[in-house]
């Protein structure tokens, strides 16, 4: 039904840094399947809003809810969510079975079924074998592989990613775009996925929630905010320089 297809709701959330208000009430609902993307300036909020939903930074008010139960405080391993920071985020000093194995360990998975997970998951990243390799050793391109792998190896119906490929050329980037795609129709994900990239927001995302100051100012589909001239949306955007 359609109430069981809704994974995830965050309601009126607001996060203030002393005088600074960093969120003013931002909601948003996604379901399973759809790719919403978080688009907006920098500063607009987008990382303060998915660090709240991972359990990472904790909101003054509002309230988040996960299959429809309340989270807002839950500790981030007990929620159904997994994320791909900025700048990939590996740890340097680890290996990257022990960079994947990490958001399990917190989950207190046995050493057995970790190497499993671990192996499965690179599998699917296409890095088969790279488990006893550091960060450093890998491109950055299979850096950001890794960091995918280790958002997803605990099978979350949630993901977050937060501009997971800023720091890659276009041609890999074109890439991961189309392959974070596929990952997020084959396992049917519930995807909020932040970037600053325009394009990028019009070719992967179902809808688009555009950010400014805090605020979710429009959500709709890519045709509702950018291909009807009467939104101010692409105006504004378009002089937006990022
Ligand atoms: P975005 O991801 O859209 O670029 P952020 O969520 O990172 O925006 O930041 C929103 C605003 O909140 C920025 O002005 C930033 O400086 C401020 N901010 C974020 N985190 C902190 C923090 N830990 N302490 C103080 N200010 C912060």
Known sequence: SNSDSLKL???????TFGEFVALEGASVEVRAGEFLTLLGPSGSGKTTL??????????????????????????????????????YALFPHM???????FPLRMRRWSASKIDEAVSRILEVVQLPGTENRYPRQLSGGQQQRIALARA????????????PLGALDKKL??????????LHERLGLAMLYVTHDQ?????????????????????GTPEELYFRPKTRFAADFLGESN
């Open 9 to 15: 709701e965050v309601r009126n959330l607001r996060k």
């Open 50 to 87: 998915l660090l709240a939903i991972a359990g990472l930074n904790e909101p003054d008010s509002g309230e988040i809810r996960i299959h429809g139960d309340l989270a807002t405080y839950l500790p981030p391993y007990q929620r159904d969510i997994g994320m791909v920071f900025q700048n």
């Open 95 to 101: 290996t990257i079975a022990e960079n994947i194995g």
């Open 152 to 163: 997803l190896v605990y099978e979350p119906s949630i993901v977050l990613m937060d501009e």
């Open 173 to 182: 980037r074109e890439q991961l775009q189309y392959e974070i795609k596929r």
């Open 199 to 219: 394009e990028e927001a019009l070719v992967m995302s179902d809808r688009i929630c555009l950010m400014r100051q805090g605020r979710i100012e429009q959500i």
